[in-house]
């Protein structure tokens, strides 16, 4: 009985211990710093030299047709090249030619190891990808986003305008989508003082509505800190669409009509969507809708341009760059991914 | 005595699990509301090893700036901006530019559907071309010159100002280029030296909006804004707001861009503004001035230190 007493303590023991050991990794830091009992692991055993009958850890063929009295490989017989195959039917130098041994030697040397100088290579560090884990993936996600914006770059109108898009991601960084405006128009400071103080009148064409086809591509990801505290992840996406719109010429004098024009617009922009949640970002960005417009005709009186035909007819064509700041709450659908590691 | 060691075995176990927890932590164990216990991280700094890119440095960029839809002259320049930062996320600096003003597209249209001045004068003196006849005819509109030469100018503006810095971060382009940035927000003291040059032969009214006593007769006023001095050259002092971002190439040198806001009380048309038929201070408002600037920022000293 007491013998096998001995034996349940002892295992009680280890069991309190490995305890002690689980709950405790600094303990186990402490015992690899050498300040603990436990000795380090053992180091791999070099691979024994080849002799005969000897395992060296490959695979050795003995030469079944070899004489009896062949003798082992001697000590100074060089190994195969790939260390794991030893020709055994491979003639022998004879008993003491040291020059043969040398010049051999010499020879196998020579084919291991390359001439030329020596260069510091960091191949092993860039095969070492160090991947932080992106808190957000859009692969095969939809991006539902309301969207508000506004004119930058007439000093005229000023457009708001609301609306939204639905993006597709075929890949992180790749999405097509559309999206759609509605626009009201403002009219600021300029378009007064220029008929009260000029008395001119100005020209001025207002958009209703417009809508794109989008492609999406997201060349730059990284993250900030506010305050030190709090780590927020943001990337910057560029669009490139091609979609439709239309224009409304604002009559100078309102006994005339005005029209409207059917524009083509391609547009170009850039973003930055901040993420929030798994399913929430916030973007904020410029596009320039690009387009040929109709104004009306500087010459409008009775019998000339009079209909809102004629002055279409012979309204004056220009470029404009409609460069427009959006911002937009951005709903995620699937709300939630899964995480796939990238390299 | 296998209850003596089962107790020393447990003191130890206990001993190492504390152990172990006051080397997670630096700091005492803190306890949260709901009673959990938690290590330090909640509380310790997002970022550790940071470069320190702006505590402690000189900032010295040379920019380019442009005003952002402007309504009758554009003011593009170039300058300087000299900052010292103070801490991380605190600095104080100063921002000087001199410019030139280039006539918005309003402008460009609308001044050759304008008479010139010489044949402004001539329909004035009515059909038989001799000013003080009952024939006389005032025309409203400005001559080309009446109204160019009343536009304002702005060959210098800057601002003094504190800038706080509270987002930091890295970015990775085309995960080839990794660099730091920073987003800043300043506010501070706007000042702008505004220029107007109206010759005396347009700008000739010497009382606008006012009568005055010639003799014993009393001169009323013209109720002819076009020919009043324009009233807005000289220092002007407001608000200065703006927000950028630092984009770092390496340790000491940084793409700056920013969008600045000048603001301060200004009459850009230096035409009658509240349509008293007078140009007059009364004319002035303030006035928000949006400029987009880029710039190329140095740190002094060049060598950067990081946190711990």
Redesign the interface.
């Known amino acids: 009985m007491k013998p096998l007493r001995m034996r349940s303590l002892h295992r009680s023991a280890l069991v309190v211990a490995a305890l002690a050991l689980a709950a405790s990794p600094a303990f186990a830091d402490k015992g690899k710093k050498g300040g603990g009992s436990k000795a380090p692991a053992p180091a791999p055993a070099p691979a024994p030299a080849p002799s005969g009958g000897g395992d060296a850890g490959g695979e050795i063929e003995m030469d079944s047709s070899a004489p009896a009295d062949s003798k082992p490989a001697a000590s100074g017989t060089a190994p195969a090249a790939d260390g794991s195959e030893i020709d055994m039917g491979e003639p022998e130098p004879g008993p003491g030619d040291l020059n043969a041994d040398i010049a051999k030697s010499d020879a196998a040397n020579a084919a291991a190891i390359k001439a030329g100088p020596v260069t510091k290579t960091k191949l092993s560090w860039q095969d070492i990808v160090v991947v932080v884990r992106k808190p957000f993936l859009k692969a095969h996600r939809t991006e539902l986003m309301p969207m508000f914006g506004t004119t930058m770059n007439d000093n005229m109108v000023r457009h708001y305008a609301v609306g939204g898009s639905i993006s597709y991601f075929l890949t992180d960084v790749l999405a097509i989508g559309v999206e759609g405006f509605y626009y009201r128009p403002s009219f600021r400071e300029p378009f007064d003082l220029v008929a009260r103080q000029a008395r001119r009148l100005p020209t001025v064409n207002t958009y209703n509505w417009s809508g794109a086809l989008d492609f999406h591509y997201v060349p730059v990801y990284g993250k900030f800190a506010i305050l030190d505290r709090k780590l927020v992840t943001w990337e910057v996406q560029f669009t490139a669409g091609i979609g439709a719109g239309q224009s409304e010429v604002e009559p100078r004098d309102k006994k005339y009509p005005g029209f409207t024009n059917l524009l083509i617009e391609p547009n170009l922009g850039a973003s930055m969507r901040f993420f929030l949640a798994k399913w929430l970002t916030v973007n904020i960005g410029v596009r320039d809708y690009v387009f040929l417009d109709k104004f009306e005709p500087v010459n409008r009186a009775p019998g000339m341009n009079e209909t809102a035909a004629e002055a279409k007819d012979n309204a004056d064509t220009k470029l404009i760059n409609n460069v427009m700041f959006q911002i937009g709450l951005s709903f995620w659908v699937p709300t939630g991914f899964e995480y796939t590691t990238f390299r | 005595m ?1 209850k003596k ?2 107790i020393v ?2 003191l ?2 206990g001993a ?2 504390v ?2 927890a006051q ?2 932590s630096a700091d005492p164990t803190p306890v949260a509301s709901t009673g959990r216990r938690l290590n330090g991280l909640p509380k310790d ?3 550790r090893h940071r470069r320190l890119l702006v505590r402690g440095r000189f900032e010295l960029a040379p920019l380019f700036e442009s005003t ?5 002259r554009h003011i593009i320049g170039g300058g300087a901006k000299l900052e010292y930062h103070i801490g ?2 605190l600095s104080i600096g100063v921002i000087g530019v001199g410019s030139t003003s280039v006539n ?1 597209g ?1 402008v460009k249209k ?1 001044i050759p ?2 008479m010139t001045n010489d044949d402004k004068i001539k329909a004035e003196k009515g059909p038989d071309g001799i000013a003080g006849n009952s024939d006389d005819v005032y025309i ?3 001559s080309r010159e009446e ?1 160019e030469d009343h536009l304002n100018k702005m060959p210098f503006h800057g601002a003094a100002y504190v800038s706080l810095t ?9 995960s080839q280029a990794y660099v730091a ?3 800043y927000f300043q506010a501070g003291v706007a000042f702008a030296q505004v220029t107007s040059t109206c010759p005396s032969n347009i700008c000739s009214d010497t009382h606008p909006g006012t009568s005055v006593m010639s003799g014993t007769d009393t001169i009323p006023p013209d109720n002819n ?1 076009n020919n009043d001095p324009p009233l807005n050259s000289g220092t002007k002092i407001g608000l200065y707001l703006g927000g950028g971002i630092h984009v770092f190439l390496n340790d000491f040198i940084a793409l700056d861009l920013t969008v600045r806001d000048y603001a301060f009380e200004d009459n850009p ?1 230096g ?3 509240n ?1 008293n038929l007078a140009v007059t201070d009364s004319d002035n408002r303030f006035l928000h001035h949006l400029f987009f600037g880029a710039g190329v920022s140095i740190m002094f000293p060049t060598t950067v230190k990081r946190t711990p």
């Open positions: 296998m060691f089962s075995a447990a130890t176990l190492l699990t152990s172990t080397e997670a700094k997002a970022v952002i839809n402007a309504d009758f991380d996320m918005t309003v609308i559907t304008l409203r509109e400005p109204f509270p987002w930091y971060g890295k970015l990775a382009a085309f940035f920073d987003f804004p048309s035409a009658d503004y349509a």
